[in-house]
């Protein structure tokens, strides 16, 4: 068993406009010491599929209220699309289709065209030129759960390598089940570069052997793990894979055709060796459905071996 390399992710760097603030008064009057104003924004070249970004000084919004609705962006050539918040100092805007490869937009962001009491803030002028995406998807870890009795879930992490918008991943993402395409859901995990996708309940009664994602090969990363699961048959328990992470909670994951009795003690059944003969000690169990994972003290080496008991 060999463990993979987490992927680099690679930061997309926003450019900072630095504000300057001079003021003179002989009245004493003090310059306020947190002032309201555009940080940062999109500039020099962009992707065709990434959202254009606005950050302000500090978050405009509490974090127990809605974002103020809006469109404070106003492109030339004309671009319609969807305002959205990363957070509450960030804005996005997500095109509708592609931007034009090699074509300059000029941007004038005014935040009077936003709710509540924002038009007092300066606005922001910039552009950018289009350039051919480059962005690369990988697929980090993927998992078959089991809902049901004879009712199941594909689940994969996927990474990208600069900033993408959920309806970039959709256009370049899709999901077969045998030569049919299945519907698919996919959130954000964490940040714009990380995602989890979660497919339809699906069931085996006339599924072929095996659910496989669809990425062009011009945008999958040498680094993504495989795009394809094999799908559990007939009724008997197997083993459909094992991975190991070192991340913070550090486990090895065994995924199973069919879920399993969460009270059943696993102690002698499932034993983990750190190399031919050695077993590791100090193991701990968690059952989630068809999923078991196996965790310890200390990180796991880069081979091991399992030994599952029928």
Same mark, same amino acid.
């Given at each position: 068993?060999?463990?993979?390399?987490?992927?680099?992710?690679?930061?997309?760097?926003?450019?900072?406009?630095?504000?300057?603030?001079?003021?003179?008064?002989?009245?004493?009057?003090?310059?306020?010491?947190?002032?309201?104003?555009?940080?940062?924004?999109?500039?020099?070249?962009?992707?065709?599929?990434?959202?254009?970004?606005?950050?302000?000084?500090?978050?405009?919004?509490?974090?127990?209220?809605?974002?103020?609705?809006?469109?404070?962006?106003?492109?030339?050539?004309?671009?319609?699309?969807?305002?959205?918040?990363?957070?509450?100092?960030?804005?996005?805007?997500?095109?509708?289709?592609?931007?034009?490869?090699?074509?300059?937009?000029?941007?004038?962001?005014?935040?009077?065209?936003?709710?509540?009491?924002?038009?007092?803030?300066?606005?922001?002028?910039?552009?950018?030129?289009?350039?051919?995406?480059?962005?690369?998807?990988?697929?980090?870890?993927?998992?078959?759960?089991?809902?049901?009795?004879?009712?199941?879930?594909?689940?994969?992490?996927?990474?990208? *390598? =600069?900033?993408? !918008? &959920?309806?970039?991943?959709?256009? #370049? @993402?899709? %999901?077969?089940?045998?030569?049919?395409?299945?519907?698919?859901?996919?959130?954000?995990?964490?940040?714009?570069?990380?995602?989890?996708?979660? *497919? =339809?309940?699906? !069931? &085996?009664?006339?599924?072929?052997? #095996? @659910?496989? %994602?669809?990425?062009?090969?011009?945008?999958?990363?040498?680094?993504?793990?495989?795009?394809?699961?094999?799908?559990?048959?007939?009724?008997?328990?197997?083993?459909? !894979?094992?991975?190991?992470?070192?991340?913070?909670?550090?486990?090895?994951?065994?995924?199973?055709?069919?879920?399993?009795?969460?009270?059943?003690?696993?102690?002698?059944?499932?034993?983990?060796?750190?190399?031919?003969?050695?077993?590791?000690?100090?193991?701990?169990?968690?059952?989630?459905?068809?999923?078991?994972?196996?965790?310890?003290?200390?990180?796991?080496?880069?081979?091991?071996?399992?030994?599952?008991?029928?």
């Amino acid at each position: 068993m060999y463990l993979r390399s987490p992927l680099v992710r690679i930061i997309v760097g926003l450019f900072l406009s630095l504000v300057l603030f001079s003021a003179c008064s002989t009245s004493g009057d003090r310059i306020e010491a947190d002032p309201l104003f555009v940080q940062a924004h999109s500039f020099g070249e962009i992707a065709t599929t990434s959202p254009v970004m606005v950050v302000f000084s500090k978050a405009v919004y509490d974090a127990d209220s809605p974002p103020p609705e809006g469109n404070p962006f106003a492109f030339s050539p004309r671009v319609s699309g969807e305002v959205s918040w990363q957070n509450g100092s960030t804005v996005l805007f997500t095109p509708d289709e592609a931007l034009t490869e090699g074509k300059r937009y000029q941007v004038r962001f005014d935040p009077a065209g936003l709710e509540g009491d924002l038009e007092a803030i300066t606005g922001a002028a910039f552009s950018f030129e289009v350039v051919a995406s480059t962005v690369q998807f990988a697929v980090e870890h993927t998992q078959i759960i089991a809902i049901d009795e004879n009712a199941y879930q594909f689940r994969a992490e996927i990474s990208s *390598s =600069e900033a993408v !918008s &959920l309806q970039a991943l959709y256009n #370049q @993402i899709g %999901l077969k089940l045998g030569r049919r395409s299945r519907d698919f859901e996919v959130t954000e995990d964490g940040g714009p570069t990380e995602f989890v996708l979660i *497919s =339809e309940v699906f !069931s &085996l009664d006339d599924t072929p052997g #095996q @659910i496989a %994602l669809e990425i062009p090969q011009s945008a999958l990363s040498p680094e993504s793990g495989p795009l394809a699961r094999e799908l559990p048959s007939g009724d008997q328990l197997t083993l459909l !894979s094992v991975s190991a992470r070192n991340d913070d909670a550090s486990y090895v994951e065994l995924q199973f055709s069919h879920a399993l009795d969460a009270s059943q003690e696993l102690r002698g059944l499932i034993d983990v060796y750190k190399n031919a003969e050695q077993k590791a000690e100090h193991l701990s169990f968690s059952v989630d459905r068809n999923i078991v994972r196996v965790h310890r003290q200390d990180k796991w080496e880069k081979e091991g071996r399992i030994a599952i008991q029928p």
